[in-house]
């Protein structure tokens, strides 16, 4: 039996007064997919505010986004089957608590979070149309403080990743003449501890799931690095069918490896508000990517969204959104990825 599924980027909550105006728009077209999944950049958590505070006063801006636990039946609106919480807004132990017991009541399945560290790298496998779709996520991006779940303490699943700094070789291997300030070339890499980790649990939800997406909270301000490339092709190595990654709120470049697509940043989905501002203009990047009998991937394609002032998502036809286009081709053209806009779709082929 042939399945589809529908993948969407950072989904926060935070400026949503209506549950039902978000997704009204979309939630038909994600209707049609056998399964849903996205990233929760946001906790459902209502906390207690003293009096004379207001919410605000209890976040620096950088804590996190809790966004009112009566927000979460926008993510029932929309349809969601599944959603991530490993990234870098899941954030303070009670929030998270808080956010994944709202889920748990809503009947929405999260992976990412948990009360300790064993917790927090569960998978979840939804069975949806006689197809079982097996679910992960790890954030590369979290605070050095109380974050990282514990052996005893609550968190998000992460895979440690180390920066390195090397001179700039000319292309012959010798160094440029002595040039203060001269950029250096920045490494990034896995931290293998984590990374094997990461192999052994891949494998082991391979082997429960039909259909694996794994899913990744990583990005730094531009093209996509080492370390994104390295834990890309080490889940598809190890049996994950799709992956998606999400940090940046722009499109990042796409590449076909081994067949099976790997999407660098998907931007956003949902983003009125963070703490302190609005944010506008964004384009978001929608994966539709359909499975054969067998499993096997046979076609894959996206679509674009943006988010009108009043909180409204809709889709985009591709013939608009020339500039979007233009950059994420501009990302996957070290990929040799080809996009080949279709009506409201963009087709996705290894070049």
């Given at each position: 039996m042939?399945?589809?599924i529908?993948?969407t980027?950072?989904?926060n909550?935070l400026?949503v007064?209506?549950?039902?105006v978000?997704f009204?728009?979309?939630?038909?077209?994600?209707a049609?997919?056998d399964?849903?999944?996205?990233?929760?950049e946001?906790?459902?958590?209502?906390?207690?505010?003293?009096?004379?505070?207001?919410?605000?006063d209890l976040?620096s801006?950088?804590?996190?986004?809790?966004?009112?636990?009566?927000t979460?039946k926008?993510?029932?609106?929309?349809?969601?089957?599944?959603?991530?919480?490993?990234?870098?807004?899941?954030?303070?132990?009670?929030?998270?608590?808080?956010?994944?017991?709202?889920?748990d009541?809503l009947?929405?399945?999260?992976?990412?979070?948990?009360?300790?560290?064993?917790?927090?790298?569960?998978?979840?496998?939804?069975?949806?149309?006689?197809?079982?779709?097996?679910?992960?996520?790890?954030?590369?991006?979290?605070?050095?403080n109380?974050?990282?779940a514990?052996?005893?303490?609550?968190?998000?699943?992460?895979?440690?990743v180390?920066?390195?700094?090397?001179?700039?070789?000319y292309?012959?291997g010798t160094?440029?003449?002595?040039?203060?300030g001269?950029?250096?070339?920045?490494?990034?890499?896995?931290?293998p501890?984590?990374?094997?980790?990461?192999?052994?649990?891949?494998?082991?939800?391979?082997?429960?799931?039909?259909?694996?997406?794994?899913?990744?909270?990583?990005?730094h301000?531009?093209d996509?690095?080492?370390?994104?490339t390295?834990?890309?092709?080490?889940?598809?190595?190890?049996?994950?069918?799709?992956?998606?990654?999400?940090?940046?709120?722009?499109?990042?470049?796409?590449?076909?490896?081994?067949?099976?697509p790997?999407?660098?940043g998907?931007?956003?989905?949902?983003?009125?508000?963070?703490?302190?501002?609005?944010?506008?203009?964004w384009?978001?990047?929608v994966?539709?990517?359909?499975?054969d009998?067998?499993?096997?991937?046979?076609?894959?394609?996206?679509?674009?969204?943006?988010q009108?002032?009043?909180?409204?998502?809709?889709?985009?036809?591709?013939?608009?959104?020339?500039?979007?286009?233009?950059?994420?081709?501009?990302?996957?053209?070290r990929?040799k990825?080809?996009l080949?806009?279709?009506?409201?779709?963009?087709?996705?082929?290894?070049?």
């Open positions: 042939a399945s589809t529908m993948l980027g950072d989904v909550l400026g007064e209506d549950t039902e978000p009204r728009k979309v939630r038909d077209t994600l049609m997919a399964c849903v999944f996205g990233n929760l946001c906790c459902l958590y209502d906390p207690v505010v003293p009096r004379g505070q207001m919410m605000a976040q801006g950088y804590d996190g986004f809790w966004a009112p636990t009566a979460g926008a993510l029932l609106h929309a349809g969601f089957h599944c959603v991530g919480n490993a990234n870098n807004q899941n954030y303070g132990h009670k929030a998270i608590l808080s956010s994944n017991a709202t889920l009541k009947g929405i399945p999260h992976v990412g979070t948990g009360v300790n560290r064993a917790e927090a790298r569960k998978p979840a496998v939804v069975t949806r149309n006689g197809k079982r779709f097996g679910f992960m996520q790890r954030t590369s991006q979290y605070w050095p109380h974050h990282e514990a052996e005893h303490s609550p968190g998000v699943a992460v895979i440690k180390h920066t390195a700094f090397e001179p700039v070789y292309k012959d160094l440029p003449p002595n040039r203060p001269l950029p250096p070339k920045i490494i990034t890499w896995g931290d501890k984590y990374m094997e980790e990461f192999r052994q649990d891949v494998k082991a939800l391979k082997a429960q799931s039909d259909i694996v997406v794994s899913s990744h909270h990583m990005g301000k531009g996509v690095l080492d370390f994104q390295e834990i890309a092709h080490a889940a598809i190595d190890a049996g994950a069918d799709v992956v998606m990654a999400h940090a940046e709120h722009y499109p990042l470049g796409i590449e076909v490896y081994k067949g099976k790997i999407f660098y998907l931007s956003s989905f949902c983003f009125i508000r963070s703490n302190k501002r609005f944010l506008r203009g384009v978001g990047v994966p539709r990517v359909s499975f009998d067998r499993n096997e991937v046979s076609r894959i394609a996206f679509m674009l969204v943006r009108a002032d009043n909180g409204e998502i809709s889709f985009c036809q591709a013939a608009d959104e020339s500039a979007a286009l233009a950059d994420i081709q501009k990302y996957s053209d990929f990825t080809k080949q806009p279709a009506g409201d779709e963009v087709v996705v082929s290894a070049g």
